[in-house]
Each structure stands twice: as structure tokens, then as C-alpha cells.
């Protein structure tokens, strides 16, 4: 078990520009999630895919933000035309779905957005 | 829509001693899951401990305990014998049962200091 990988760890970017992070599940987790933290707030959910459907989305995420998990295996989140509001902490996490759903998800390590 | 309240943005502990974090939410619903999770500094989220609203018993988890009081609409984690490595941002989460919805929802979080 290898926990969520999540690439980079930090981007600096130019407002108006696209950024896109990845995120790697721990293996066989079948449901990822990707959560949005600013500073000295709680994460707030963003979008929650079962293998590669994605099922959820939060109003949070506008026509700028698209997330994909092409093969049920590892997903990106793309921003773009940044804006100055989108600087923040994105975080992904994990969790086996199964009957049981109370399974908790497991985070990364996050990967850390500013715009300049 | 629910919503998780931590109303103590920092406490402090002397180690070895016992400290109590509280946390308060809204539903409307009866059944539900509540975790605590904690978020040292720079490093990613973990699992403390988690119940089920169903459940009438609090969950413990070695020195880490809750006191879950349903009617109130309370979840407090109580940390015995605080160590240095407790120190650490604490976030209370609630997910529903209904819909398929997965989603966590956090609470502002708390700064727990651990003082030697």
C-alpha cells in the first residue's frame, strides 16, 4: 500500500493559464474523490468518480474545472483560465467501495495551487 | 444541506493530560457517518475515528474516544494522554447515507498544540 499519490506538490502558475494535476489512488480503490482546501478552511468536496464514472459534482465546480478517470485507475483535475480565487490546497483521496460503504478514504498529500 | 461546526479554532494540551475537541452539526437526517480526522502540519489527512449514527455505543480507538450525542447533534473526540504527536489540525466530517452520495463534509478545523 503505497497510499494516494498526487502530483506536483506545488504549482505556480500565471493567472489565465490551464493547470492540470494527477492524482494516483492506492491500488484497487475504486472510488476517488477530489477536495478543495483554502486557508483555514476545511476541505470542500469537488467531484466523486466509481471506476470511471463520475457520479457527484459539486456546484463548486464550474465549466473551468473538469475531472477525468479515463481508465478507473489514476485521475486528472484541470483548471482552466485560472483565476486568483483558485489558489488553494487540491486534495485527492480514496476509499473501496463495496456494500459496507462507511469505508473511509484515504488522502494525499495534496497539491498546492498559486496564482500569480 | 448539512453543516459541521467546530466552534474552537485553536486549543492547547499539556502532554500526558486529556483534551476534549468538540464538534456540532445539522441534519435532518437519522442515519449518518462521523469521522474525525486529523492533518499534521505539511502531511496529509488521516483517519482518527469514525461512527455510525445507528450505533448507540461512542467508538474508541486506542487513547482516541468519542462522546456522540445524537440528540444534541455533538461529536466530541477526547485524546487521552495528549503525546507530542497529537499535535496537529483536527477536522470533524459528516457524510449522509442517502442517494450514493459520498462526499465528506468538514468542519473549519481546529489547531491542537501539544506543550511538553
Known amino acids: 500500500d503505497t497510499g494516494v499519490s498526487q502530483n506536483p506538490r506545488h504549482k505556480i502558475t500565471k493567472r489565465g493559464q490551464n493547470v492540470t494535476f494527477r492524482c494516483d489512488p492506492i491500488?484497487?480503490?475504486?472510488?476517488l474523490y477530489w477536495y478543495r482546501q483554502t486557508l483555514g478552511q476545511g476541505p470542500e468536496f469537488l467531484t466523486y468518480f466509481q471506476n470511471e464514472a463520475q457520479l457527484e459534482k459539486s456546484r463548486l465546480l464550474s465549466d473551468r474545472f473538469s475531472a477525468e478517470r479515463p481508465k478507473g485507475s489514476f485521475s486528472t483535475l484541470e483548471i482552466q483560465r485560472t483565476e486568483q480565487g483558485d489558489s488553494a490546497m487540491y486534495l485527492c483521496?480514496?476509499?473501496?467501495?463495496?456494500?459496507?460503504?462507511?469505508?473511509?478514504?484515504?488522502f494525499g498529500d495534496g497539491t498546492r495551487l498559486s496564482i500569480l | 444541506a448539512q453543516t459541521v461546526t467546530q466552534s474552537q479554532p485553536e486549543m492547547s494540551v499539556q502532554e500526558a493530560e486529556t483534551v476534549t475537541l468538540s464538534c456540532t452539526y445539522d441534519t435532518s437526517e437519522s442515519d449518518y457517518y462521523l469521522f474525525w480526522y486529523k492533518q499534521p502540519p505539511s502531511r496529509q489527512m488521516i483517519l482518527v475515528i469514525r461512527q455510525e449514527a445507528y450505533k448507540q455505543q461512542n467508538a474508541t480507538e486506542n487513547r482516541f474516544s468519542v462522546n456522540f450525542q445524537k440528540a444534541a447533534k455533538s461529536f466530541s473526540l477526547k485524546i487521552s494522554d495528549s503525546q507530542l504527536g497529537d499535535a496537529a489540525m483536527y477536522f470533524c466530517a459528516y457524510r449522509t447515507t442517502k442517494g450514493g452520495s459520498e462526499k465528506l463534509v468538514f468542519g473549519k478545523g481546529m489547531k491542537l498544540t501539544v506543550n511538553p
Open positions: 483521496a480514496s476509499s473501496l467501495g463495496s456494500r459496507d460503504s462507511n469505508q473511509p478514504q484515504h
Open positions: 491500488s484497487e480503490h475504486n472510488r
